[in-house]
């Protein structure tokens, strides 16, 4: 599980850096202000997430289930949160009615809130 933490980590972290300057150059020209702005939040989460991984993939040992199901609710958390926000401000540009994957941001913002929670609990249970 480390390892796949860390991959995630790293990937969500290029993906962003790549989503981001697509953002600011390319959407730029073809999105509402309103839309960029959203699909900008996917990006800044994803690279939250990101570090997240990066740190705790550093940090936690994955022995027991409740440290990989940190890990876990961050990885799937920002798929559901940032790629619905991606696909959600695309909608318009590809001609499709995404509306359905609204509920689904929030969703995949909660997993990230547990997963959040969850890594105060192991810092306050092992006093790092």
């Known amino acids: 599980m480390k390892t796949i ?3 995630f980590g790293a990937a969500y972290g290029m993906l962003s850096v790549i ?31 990101a570090f997240f991984l990066l740190i705790i ?3 936690l040992k994955f022995e027991t289930s409740s440290e990989k199901w940190t890990s876990i609710l961050m990885i799937v ?12 401000s695309l909608q318009d540009y590809l001609g499709a009615n995404l509306k359905f994957l609204g509920p689904v941001t929030p969703l995949g913002g909660l ?5 959040w929670g969850m890594l105060i609990l192991y810092f306050a249970k092992n006093r790092i």
Do not use: P
């Not at 300057?21 to 939250?48: D, N, P």
């Not at 958390?77 to 940032?82: D, E, H, K, N, R």
């Not at 997993?111 to 997963?115: A, D, K, N, P, V």
């Open 5 to 7: 933490t860390l991959i």
């Open 19 to 49: 989503l981001g300057a697509f953002g600011a150059h390319a959407l730029k020209k073809i999105l509402s202000v309103e839309r960029l702005e959203s699909f900008e939040t996917g990006v800044r989460y994803q690279m939250y997430a």
């Open 57 to 59: 993939g550093y940090i």
């Open 77 to 88: 958390g920002t798929m559901l949160f940032s790629f619905s926000i991606y696909f959600l």
């Open 111 to 115: 997993f990230m809130i547990l997963s």
